[in-house]
Each structure stands twice: as C-alpha cells, then as structure tokens.
C-alpha cells in the first residue's frame, strides 16, 4: 500500500492511497455546521459521498458509502463534537475492479478515510483497516488483495474491515470486526480461513498506517531534540 497524507488545500484533511491497482484520493472537512435535517443533537453526524472512477454516481457507489459510514462510525469519538458535522468525499481514481465489484473500493477507502481524518485531526477511539480478499476457483487458494486479473478468477470475493488498538505492552490487537462482506459461493470454513488471513492483512496494514500517521506529525510539530 502506497499512502500519503496533506495532498489537497482548502480542505482540513486529506489522503490519497494506492493499492495494487486500485486509487483513491479522500478529503475530510469538519467538524463544522451540518444542515437542520442532518444535526444529531448527542453526537457528530457524517456525510460521506463517493465519486465513481467513470461516469455518475449510482446504487453502486451509495451501497460503498453505507459501508464506510458503517466502519467509520465505532471508531470516531463522536460525542465530543454533537450538532457537528464531518464531511468525507471520495474521488476513486482507479477502481481496479469491474463495476460488479465494490470489495477493492471499499478497502482503499476505509484506509484512505483513517487517515485523513488523522490528518484533520478528528478524534478518533481506535482505527480500522481494511482489506479485499479471494479465493481461488481453481484451487481455492485465499488471495489477499487481489489485483484486476486474480478476482476474474476468483469463486468469492470478501471486503474484511477490522477495528484496531494497542494494548498496555504497546502490542496490536483486534477489537472488533467492523465489516464482512461477501460475493459469490463459499463455506463456513473457507470464511473463517478468509477472517484469519484478512487479520493479518489489516495488522500488517495497521503497522504502515501508523507509520504515515507518525511521518506526518514529525512533519506538522517541531518536537525534535
């Protein structure tokens, strides 16, 4: 995963990540003042819209907007900004996939979404990861962020989007599973081997974006001895 933060101006955060074949550029305004009809009188409220690569929006790119909203939504402190709003727009690049497909999409955009709201500095419990994954039709081999031509090949095809954390001895741990969705057919036990191997995926992917966050605050404050 290639990921960059500060990308875009007039905006209070930004991000752009690229993976294996798929692009997605996120900006992130707020918190500021929502309309009438979207105020939440306890909580901040999001907005989220996604831009498809081709043409105009569609069921397609409101189905990812549910799922994002989805993942993001446990892991925002949400209450320490009430009546607010935070706006999150999505520009997909390179979609990487057919328009049947929305797995890859999902994935960049959950992780593009972290990390600008990092770079916004909106509070934030915890943080998710996400990752597409196949499995074979051949040999039911799992294929963990498969490119365009891997997923023409694939039987099923998963989006796995964790929640997680530190513990106390600064080791990674996973909180909760934040999203889980999948096409096409499949086993119990292929799904569970699918949830293991998107685990270590979204550590992994923890590991960099954690390193992203702390580049980019070496960047912004001048807390070097």
């Known amino acids: 995963m290639q ?6 101006s007039h905006v209070d955060g930004s991000s752009t990540v690229l993976s294996n074949g798929t692009k997605v550029i996120c900006s992130v305004s707020g918190p500021i003042e929502p309309k009438a009809r979207q105020e939440l009188p306890t909580q901040l409220s999001l907005e989220i819209i996604v831009k498809p690569a081709e043409g105009v929006q569609s069921t397609r790119e409101k189905l ?11 892991v925002l402190a949400r209450y320490l900004h009430p009546r607010q709003l935070v706006q999150i727009c999505f520009q997909v690049l390179e979609a990487g996939e057919r328009v049947e497909y929305t797995v890859k999409e999902v994935s960049v955009c ?14 934030m419990l915890s943080m998710g990861c996400g990752t597409s994954l196949g499995i074979l039709r051949e040999n039911g081999q799992i294929i963990v962020n498969p490119s365009f031509e891997q997923l023409e090949q694939c039987e099923s095809v998963h989006v796995c989007c964790l929640e997680l954390g530190t513990d106390v ?19 119990e036990t292929q799904l569970f081997q699918v949830l293991e191997a998107g685990e270590k995926e979204c ?16 960047r912004d404050f001048i807390w070097k001895g």
């Open 3 to 8: 990921a960059s933060t500060q990308v875009l």
């Open 64 to 74: 990812v907007e549910d799922q994002v909203r989805a993942v993001l939504t446990p």
């Open 110 to 123: 959950v992780n593009a979404a972290i990390l600008a709201l990092i770079d916004a500095g909106v509070p």
């Open 169 to 187: 001895e600064k080791n990674v741990e996973v909180r909760n599973v934040l999203l889980l969705d999948s096409v096409g057919s499949f086993s």
């Open 203 to 218: 550590i992994r992917l923890y590991t960099e974006m954690r390193q992203t966050a702390k580049e980019k605050v070496a």
